[in-house]
Structure formats: C-alpha cells, structure tokens
C-alpha cells in the first residue's frame, strides 16, 4: 500500500508522466472522503492560498435568469491581493504558465489582477452519484482516444492516469442539456499598426444528448457527444451563414455549412482541427474554440501532473451583457478590470501532433481545473517549440445548471501582436442560457443538428 501511494504522490507532482493501474474499489470510495466527488483533492494548500472546497455557489436571495449574474454574487465587492505585472513576474513564475509569463513580459501594460480563491464549482447529485458508479467501468478505446465506455452525465475519469483521460474529462463537462448565447461576439483585434477590428455578431446553440434525465453511454444516440448550431447575424457579408455540425465519441465530426449567396448547404469534411474559420483572416482555427475544442485523435496527450497555477476564474465579469463591448477591449488585450484570477490546482496535459498527422501548432498544453474539469488556459507551441499562442477561458459559477462553465474565451496571439476576444455576451443584451435535464425546447433533440434541418431552417 505504501508503495502504491508512492506512485500516486509522485503523479501528483508531475515527476511521471502516464503511469497507469487498475483503480480499485479503495481507490474510488475516496471520492466524497478526502476527494470530492469529482476527484479534486477537497482540502486547501497548506498555506491557505488555495482554499478547501467550499461546496456549490448559490446566488444572493432575488436573482432569476435575466439579471445580471455579477450582482448577485456574494464575493462582488473584494479587491485584488496583488497585481502580477512585468516588473514582478519572475517572483510568480513558478505558479504562472509559459504563456502567461511571455504576454506579461512581451505585452507592454498587461497585468494580471490576482484576488482571493474560491473553490464554488460542483456537480448535480445525478452527476457525482454516476462519477462514483462508473469511475471502475469507463475505459479508452484500443485506438488510444476515443471513449469507449463511460456513464453519463459524469466525471469518466475522476482519478485520472493519462493525459487523454483528461481530456475527456473536459469533454463531458456537464453543461446542462444544452447552452446557448441568444446572441454573441467574437472579435479579433486589429493588426498592429491598424485600427480596424474584425467584429462577427452569432447565435449558438450546443446540445449534450448524454446530459439527458436516465444514464447514458457513448453508444447512445448513435455515439453523438454533442450537436453544434452556429448562425451569423453580422457583418452583412456573413449574415445568415450557418454551420451544424454533429460531433462523435469515436469518429470524425460531420460539418454542413449554408452559403447564403447559393442558398444551398454544402458538406465541409475538412471544417475542423486547425482549419481556418471562414470570416476571420486566420486568426481563427476551428479546434480553438473554448482553447481546445473537438476530437482529441490528432494529438498524443500526456500527463504532466497537478501543479498550482494563477488562472481566469469566477469569471462574472465577462458575463456583463449590459456593458459595451468597446468598454471591455483594448487595444493588445481585454482590460484588466474584466479579468480576475484565482490560484487554483490544475491538471497539465501535454499534446504534441502525432507522427504523419498534420497539424499547424506541433504542440499544445492545456491546465485543467481540478475542480471542475474545465480547461483554464492553453499554451500553443509553433514549429520552433515558441510560444505562439496563450489562450485562456473564464471559468464561471451558473447556478441554474449546479455546475461551472466558461464565460468567454480569450486567444492572445503573441507572434501577429493580435488576440481573439469569443464566445462573449458583453454588449448583447443577452445573457447566456443553459437548459437543465428535462427541458421542454423543441430544438433540443438528435434531429435538430442535421444537414437537411440547416437547410430548412436557412431557407425561411
């Protein structure tokens, strides 16, 4: 026994990378004891900096769905602890990622604003009692990355020994039935030197069939993991583009695409990995989105290990729908007052582009919340092992929904000098939706995210 807990003390601390055995029936009775029930060790750091769990974040009595989440979070009023900036980031490096180091060094006047952790992200009963259940049954395919078995909704792997299961674990994180921004921004910034911004308005609506009431596989609704409808309402050169796209557990994803100027929809087998998304000078690939979005197949995933790191977090800010978008952005980087960071432990995997598998950023490394199972920053490399990108997603408290999810995500592109501001409400008017199990929209079934229906509903 003593040995045993000696391997796993030694993954904790990142000295190996994918040692892998069998969980036990001891291993998994840890979860809700000295684990909480999502595999996040339940007690702080023993300096306080990182708190223990605190249990689930509730709002302040009179908030409904409309209101401004912000206001009616208990911990609006706190001020920073400290401000990381270029003049005294060598003394927090050791709790920063490389590509936060390089945009503090290399951006002149970004700062990172650090304030008081909280650790308020949870799971549904429902979720946590089948992460408990299916911690010894979930599995990966012989192929190296596709699931193969799992119950869902849950934590596939709650005590995780390699990077992909990680990644799964971010892949299932429980966001209700669905999501939708009634309507959103992605902006990219202007080229050095130029002021004008590339500013697409959309709506977006992506459903998690496995999410539904009951326990579900990866077999279930013909290994559908989650159905995504895209619309762009402007610029007027893209309005009423649409994509749907069908993504698998275990195969590639099918993508239709309507062209207005056609009005036809077309298949595009090829709208996916690092391709460029139509609209945004190639500033935009497709499996950027949240910082890491789609199959994980093209990439061998490492287990780093669990280390303490600064990042995005209680991100109510970035769900300010009454605030102007102009009022959040600047010019090299989101102000500082819509950013807030938190130390917190994360897990880091490592993916480097699989041999012949080709692939525009030869490697990725991602932190991932021990809490919640949501990717907090991401750190692409480009052929000369450089920084290229730091990506980042703003982890967020919904309280409908008993979970976190990301707010907005922010992609710094430290080689153009330009970053990418999506997945944002600020200035729409709009909050963001999220559907709880047993949600009675129309739209939220397998049918919905086809071809033919992004012909139908483009044609009206």
């Not at 998994?28 to 029930?37: F, N």
């Not at 432990?345 to 809490?371: N, Q």
């Not at 920084?387 to 992609?411: F, L, Q």
Request: aromatic share 14%; proline share 7%; hydrophobic share 35%.
């Amino acid at each position: 026994m003593k040995i045993r807990k000696a391997v796993v003390a030694l993954a904790v601390l990142g000295l190996i990378s994918n040692a892998a055995w069998p969980l036990t029936q001891d291993d998994v009775a840890k979860l809700g004891q000295d684990l909480t029930p999502a595999g996040a060790e339940k007690a702080g750091s023993k300096d306080g900096s990182i708190p223990a769990f605190g249990g689930e974040s509730k709002p302040l009595s009179g908030w409904s769905y409309g209101k401004l989440r912000e206001d009616y979070w208990k911990y609006k009023s706190e001020k920073p602890l400290f401000v990381i900036d270029a003049s005294n980031v060598d003394k927090y490096a050791d709790k920063l990622t490389p590509g936060q180091v390089q945009m503090l060094k290399q951006v002149k006047g970004y700062t990172m604003p650090v304030y008081p952790a909280h650790r308020e992200c949870t799971l549904p009963n429902v979720v946590e009692e089948n992460t408990k259940e299916g911690a010894l049954k979930s599995a990966i395919a012989k192929d190296g990355w596709s699931l193969e078995s799992a119950t869902l909704p849950s934590v596939p792997f709650p005590i995780p020994q390699t990077g992909i299961q990680v990644m799964w674990n971010w892949l299932m994180r429980y966001q209700g039935v669905a999501a939708e921004w009634p309507d959103g921004y992605t902006v990219v910034s202007p080229r050095p030197g130029t002021s004008q911004s590339i500013v697409t308005r959309w709506n977006q609506l992506v459903y998690y069939p496995w999410a539904k009431k009951g326990q579900h596989t990866p077999e279930d609704d013909q290994g559908l993991q989650n159905g995504f409808y895209y619309l762009y309402t402007e610029p007027a050169a893209l309005a009423g583009q649409g994509t749907m796209q069908r993504y698998y557990f275990s195969k590639d994803t099918d993508t239709y695409y309507y062209f207005t100027g056609q009005r036809r929809v077309r298949r595009l087998p090829a709208y996916a990995y690092d391709a460029p998304l139509i609209g945004y000078e190639n500033q935009y690939p497709a499996d950027i989105s949240f910082v890491f979005y789609g199959n994980p197949d093209r990439f061998d995933w490492k287990l780093v290990g669990k280390k303490e790191v600064y990042v995005p977090y209680d991100g109510f800010a970035m769900q300010r729908f009454n605030t102007k978008l102009d009022a959040a952005m600047g010019p090299n980087f989101i102000n500082a007052d819509m950013r807030r960071y938190e130390l917190h432990r994360v897990w880091e995997i490592e993916g480097t582009v699989k041999s012949g598998v080709r692939h525009s950023t030869p490697k990725k490394t991602l932190y991932v919340d021990e809490d919640s199972w949501l990717v907090a920053v991401g750190d692409d490399y480009d052929a000369q092992g450089k920084i290229w990108k730091a990506k980042e997603n703003y982890i967020t408290p919904e309280w409908e929904i008993g979970a976190c999810s990301t707010s907005a995500s922010v992609y710094n592109d430290l080689i153009s000098g330009r970053y990418v501001f999506d997945e944002t409400i600020v200035g729409t008017g709009k909050d963001l939706k999220f559907y709880p199990p047993g949600s009675s929209d129309p739209r939220l079934n397998n049918q919905y995210f086809t071809g033919e229906n992004l012909s139908a509903i483009s044609d009206r």
